[in-house]
């Protein structure tokens, strides 16, 4: 998941993924903040419209790949 959103969203992105079950991979600082995250796939929709509420309608997660990875039962 790539979120490209203002310096001022970037906490508030970084903790609704970490609420969500996924981890930040990279982030860069630029002009804007681009984080790009691994989500659960069930809850990507979920994210998208945090982050579109938060921002406004100014952000919208964009989905660039699909990764397989083994997770942790509990």
Excluded: H, W
Excluded at 23 to 52: K, S, W
């Amino acid at each position: 998941m790539l979120t490209v959103c203002a310096y001022s969203l970037y906490e508030r992105v970084k903790s609704s993924i970490a609420a969500r079950g996924g981890i930040v991979e990279t982030t860069d600082f630029a002009a804007d903040v681009c984080i790009e995250a691994l989500l659960p796939a069930q809850v990507t929709e979920e994210f998208r419209a945090e982050v579109r509420n938060m921002s406004a309608g100014a952000v919208e997660p964009e989905v660039v790949d699909t990764v397989f990875r083994a997770a942790r039962v509990r």
